[in-house]
């Protein structure tokens, strides 16, 4: 079978010839139905992230997986043939420890496989697996929201745009930033009370949480930091750019609580999914084939998906 694997080389990622997988003792063996497409994938393709992340080279990569399993190993028996499933993003997870979603087929063990609820689409689910998850973990655990705050979303790509939907669902009043003007609309089609283009407008507000889904240093993270109400909490997931020059004056005078968030556990994706068959979450989506990775790649790089960017497998 095909599979669109980094072998190494920064810049670009290969469409090779794999054998394919089996599944062993404690794995099922999986039909990809769908797999998002990640900024952390363009970190690892451009060089940005370590490659002593990856378990392997070459890996395929692809780590936000939604599909059926189609095979059952040895001690694996808690599932069956026609599950739907997600799959867990993590360290040991698919496209960093092991093979991934760029590819028909994908083996796992089922200690990362998460049910996908009825009435919830691959698509959907496959986006909640990474987008999702992080900004459940994000906006509830490290954001502490709750009803009738108001809070901020800084960047309104794949996660913010989920995020501000769990904001909504947990009762919150809900801004955004985002400079491009066409997803404004979308986002108040979501809930979202007003968007700006420029983080500084949230200085207003008086919001009791900014979550910066951005992170571009001097201009999102400081400017959330400044934004916020005094005593506020700002929540820091995106590393647009990971080199902020911060004033820990501005941060104690403003006695701001300032918290990084990243990915989440098998119960928050879990969590992700039930909001998602109540239809308190519907992640914006656009799709791409198989055969279409490599460009989507570009895409997500240059910025020009429309929400979470997901290959649609036809297997």
């Known amino acids: 079978m095909q599979a669109w694997q980094f072998d190494g080389n920064a810049g670009t990622l290969v469409l090779a010839e794999v054998p394919e997988p089996e599944a062993g003792p404690g794995e099922v063996l999986i039909a990809v139905k769908a797999a998002g497409l990640c900024h952390s994938d363009i970190g690892i393709v451009d060089g940005h992230l ?103 979303i800084v960047g309104l790509g794949g996660l913010g745009l989920i995020g501000a939907q769990i904001a909504r669902a947990l009762g919150a009043e809900v801004y955004g930033v985002e400079p491009r003007r066409e997803i404004h609309d979308v986002a108040a089609e979501l809930g979202v009370k007003e968007t700006f283009v420029d983080v500084a407008d949230l200085a207003s507000l008086e919001l009791d949480t900014i979550l910066d889904f951005a992170g571009f240093g001097n201009t999102t993270t400081v400017g959330s930091i400044q934004a916020a109400r005094r005593g506020g909490r700002v929540v820091q997931v995106g590393l647009g750019d990971p080199t902020v020059t911060l004033s820990l004056t501005l941060l104690v005078q403003k006695r701001v609580t300032l918290v990084g968030s990243a990915a989440g556990t098998p119960e928050d ?33 240059g910025g020009r998906a429309r929400g979470r960017l997901v290959a649609r497998f036809e297997n």
């Open 50 to 152: 370590p490659l002593s992340l990856l378990g392997k080279l070459p890996i395929t990569l692809g780590h936000e997986v939604a599909g059926e399993i189609v095979e059952v190993g040895e001690g694996a028996e808690r599932f069956a043939p026609g599950d739907r499933v997600g799959l867990h993003m993590s360290a040991r997870g698919p496209g960093m420890a092991i093979d991934g979603g760029y590819a028909p087929l994908i083996k796992a063990p089922t200690d990362i496989l998460v049910p996908i609820p009825d009435g919830v689409d691959f698509d959907s689910a496959a986006a909640g697996t990474d987008a999702g998850m992080t900004a459940y973990r994000a906006v509830k655990i490290a954001g502490e929201v709750t009803a009738g705050q108001r809070v901020g």
């Open 269 to 301: 994706l879990a969590s992700v999914y039930d909001l998602m068959a109540t239809g308190q979450i519907k992640p914006v989506i656009s799709t791409i084939t198989f055969e279409e990775i490599g460009d989507g790649i570009d895409r997500v790089r």
